[in-house]
Nanobody, 114 residues
Framework: QVQLVESGGGLVQAGGSLRLSCAAS????????MAWHRQAPGKQRELVAI???????HYADSVKGRFTISRDNAKNTVYLQMNSLKPEDTAVYYC????????WGQGTQVTVSS
C-alpha cells in the first residue's frame, strides 16, 4: 500500500514563499513520475508541476518561474518550492505518484492573502 503524506501548507501573504513536502512510504524510484496538483474552491483539479524519474520537469504556465519541483530520492520525498505567491494560488495542493497505478495524497491547504 503506497502512502503519500503532504505537509508544509499554511497561510502566507502575497509575495511570500512556502515549501510543500510529499513523503512517500517506500522508495520513490518505483514511480515513473511524481507531481503536484491543486484544486481551488469551485474549480477542477489542475496539474501544477511534474517531475519524471529521469528528472525532467514540467510546469503549468501559471506557475512557471515561481514554483520549483524537486525530489530527494534518499528521503523518498518530493518538494514544491513556491515563491512570489499570489492570492490565485490559494488551493488544496495534492501530491500524486504514477507507476502501474496512480496514487494521491490527502492534500494540504495553501492560502495566500492579499
Amino acid at each position: 500500500q503506497v502512502q503519500l503524506v503532504e505537509s508544509g501548507g499554511g497561510l502566507v501573504q502575497a509575495g511570500g514563499s512556502l515549501r510543500l513536502s510529499c513523503a512517500a512510504s517506500g522508495s520513490i524510484f518505483r514511480f515513473n513520475a511524481m507531481a503536484w496538483h491543486r484544486q481551488a474552491p469551485g474549480k477542477q483539479r489542475e496539474l501544477v508541476a511534474i517531475i519524471a524519474s529521469g528528472g525532467i520537469t514540467h510546469y503549468a504556465d501559471s506557475v512557471k518561474g515561481r514554483f520549483t519541483i524537486s525530489r530527494d530520492n534518499a528521503k523518498n520525498t518530493v518538494y514544491l518550492q513556491m515563491n512570489s505567491l499570489k492570492p490565485e494560488d490559494t488551493a488544496v495542493y495534492y501530491c500524486y505518484a504514477s507507476s502501474s497505478s496512480n496514487y494521491w495524497g490527502q492534500g494540504t491547504q495553501v492560502t495566500v492573502s492579499s
